[in-house]
């Protein structure tokens, strides 16, 4: 008895991109440009080609790395090595609240 089998179709399970960037990195490239333009910079312009190489690099090495970007940037407060007044005087007393550090 031939056991079942499936073809599988690796363009069907690929990850989207535009032009090789992820959708999100491409806008932010696409954005960029259109914002050069718009301000008359036309000789920052041929930064744009290799922004979009440098994604499409990024792109290729990890798929995932503008979204783990953004999920960074919109945590980076939680990692600060400074103090902030906020948290250290939200402490009880006895635990840290009003030293000088």
């Given at each position: 008895?031939?056991?079942?089998?499936?073809?599988?179709?690796?363009?069907?399970?690929?990850?989207?991109?535009?032009?090789?960037?992820?959708s999100r990195a491409f806008m932010?490239?696409?954005?960029?440009?259109?914002?050069?333009?718009?301000?008359?910079?036309?000789?920052?312009?041929?930064?744009?080609?290799?922004?979009?190489?440098?994604?499409?690099?990024?792109?290729?090495?990890?798929?995932?790395?503008?979204?783990?970007?953004?999920?960074?940037?919109?945590?980076?407060?939680?990692?600060?090595?400074?103090?902030?007044?906020?948290?250290?005087?939200?402490?009880?007393?006895?635990?840290?609240?009003?030293?000088?550090?």
């Amino acid at each position: 008895m031939a056991r079942r089998a499936t073809r599988f179709y690796a363009s069907l399970n690929r990850d989207k991109t535009i032009m090789g960037v992820e959708s999100r990195a491409f806008m932010i490239v696409a954005f960029i440009a259109s914002i050069l333009f718009a301000s008359k910079m036309y000789y920052a312009l041929m930064f744009v080609p290799l922004l979009h190489m440098l994604m499409q690099w990024f792109t290729k090495k990890d798929y995932y790395f503008f979204q783990m970007l953004l999920r960074y940037l919109d945590e980076s407060d939680a990692y600060s090595s400074i103090t902030r007044p906020e948290d250290w005087q939200r402490r009880p007393l006895g635990w840290g609240r009003g030293l000088p550090w």
